[in-house]
């Protein structure tokens, strides 16, 4: 009886022992597992599980660009649309029988459109095809001396991610005379241009936020006519400066990083600086400068670019007084040409020296980590430096199924 008991009396212990054991067990695995206590306010923060990368638009063959078109606009009624409005809101309907991350196009014939064009988040992971930028055109001329705010003078707005343009034209023909017209504003992440036009005065091309990507592209204007806090990349364009009114000065770009942190910057690399036809015989008259510093912090590297004779030899002209000279960020490396000599700059603190190793990190490469959504494309692309050449593109033809 009594060595029953003490059986009995054991096998209790073993229980008890081993469900207070697997208890402590499962509390300790619980607090490594779920929990993360921070110090200060002992509150909880639940873990984060990563997110796969999108990898942006994707063609069915880089080397043809061989696409089909969802929706086709034709100015002569050929088409499903007469106007690129009309059908954007045709391409939205179309996406919706498509996946989230799925391309949806739109093929824009040869023509002139009268019209005021605006991209939504509607339409992430959009392609707008045209037959060549010489030939499909869209046209506006809002501007600020009529009443209009800068913001929405453009004739062309992106907002929508992951968006993709080729052989198009954007114009606002406003006029010298009108101050600032926007022909193009884009405020969507993970942009990119390719063999495009965008023709202007003041502020033709309006950078204005997120990720952007130019190549093979040609942008004209007068005053700022590339502006915003973008973190943009230009690479393998044509900078053109036209005629402005009588006692005006033409620049290139008016960069507006407002804090010194921000990951933003507007590089030109392998790019080409010189007069537009019609200011070829005047270029000496209107003293042209590479910027000037729209916001304190505002940043600008030009590298491996051809600087034509028209370029002030200071290069830089300041904003107001001495507002964010010393604050600014702006760099040369490995340009050539006339306009390149650098021995008669301006001083100011924020003009830096760069080193090549340095240099390499404003590449798309590095900068917009962009092998991971232009690359897949399949549009010329150099990840990294590029040597200097004043060979200008060959156009391509794209082919539709």
């Not at 080397?63 to 606009?73: E, G, H, K, M, N």
């Not at 022909?183 to 969507?188: G, H």
């Not at 990119?192 to 502020?203: A, K, L, P, W």
């Not at 917009?368 to 060959?394: D, F």
Request: glycine content about 6%; aromatic content about 10%; overall charge positive.
């Amino acid at each position: 009886m009594t060595q029953t008991i003490k059986k009995k009396i054991r096998m209790v212990r073993k229980t008890v022992t081993r469900k207070i054991l697997t208890t402590r067990l499962k509390r300790r695995r619980t607090r490594r597992r779920t929990l993360m206590v921070i110090k200060k306010t002992r509150m909880i923060q639940p873990i984060k599980r990563k997110r796969k990368k999108r990898q942006g638009v994707k063609w069915t063959s880089p080397r043809t660009l061989q696409i089909s078109p969802d929706v086709v606009v034709a100015e002569d009624g050929s088409g499903d649309s007469k106007s690129i409005n009309e059908g954007l809101k045709l391409l939205e309907k179309a996406k919706k029988k498509k996946k989230e991350d799925e391309v949806v196009v739109l093929y824009v014939k040869a023509g002139t459109y009268k019209e005021y064009v605006e991209v939504t988040k509607n339409l992430d992971n959009m392609a707008m095809i045209g037959d060549g930028a010489d030939k499909t055109v869209i046209t506006g001329d809002k501007n600020f001396i009529d009443g209009v705010s800068t913001y929405h003078t453009s004739t062309v707005a992106i907002t929508a991610d992951f968006f993709f343009a080729k052989n198009i034209r954007i114009v606002n023909s406003a006029g010298p005379e009108k101050h600032q017209a926007v022909a193009l504003r884009v405020s969507a992440d993970f942009a990119i241009f390719y063999n495009c036009t965008f023709d202007g005065y003041q502020d033709t091309l309006y950078t204005h936020t997120k990720r952007q990507f130019y190549r093979d592209c040609t942008i004209s204007g007068t005053i700022d006519y590339i502006f915003g806090d973008a973190a943009v990349v230009f690479q393998n364009c044509l900078f053109l400066v036209r005629k402005p009114m009588e006692n005006q000065q033409c620049i290139v770009t008016a960069q507006g990083r407002k804090q010194r942190h921000q990951p933003t910057a507007i590089i030109i690399q392998n790019g080409t600086i010189t007069a537009a036809p019609e200011m070829e015989a005047d270029r000496m008259k209107y003293k042209t400068y590479l910027g000037r510093p729209w916001k304190n912090f505002s940043r600008t590297i030009i590298m491996e670019s051809y600087l034509g004779d028209l370029i002030d030899p200071e290069g830089w002209m300041p904003w107001m007084g001495t507002v964010g000279t010393k604050t600014c960020w702006y760099g040369e490396f490995g340009n050539y040409g006339p306009g390149a000599d650098q021995s008669k700059r301006v001083t100011w603190n924020g003009i830096k020296k760069i080193t090549p190793q340095h240099a390499v990190d404003f590449t798309p490469g590095r900068f917009l980590r962009a092998n991971e959504w232009v690359k897949p494309t399949g549009i010329p692309y150099v990840p990294y430096m590029v040597k200097p050449s004043t060979t200008r593109r060959v156009d391509e033809e794209v082919v539709f199924e």
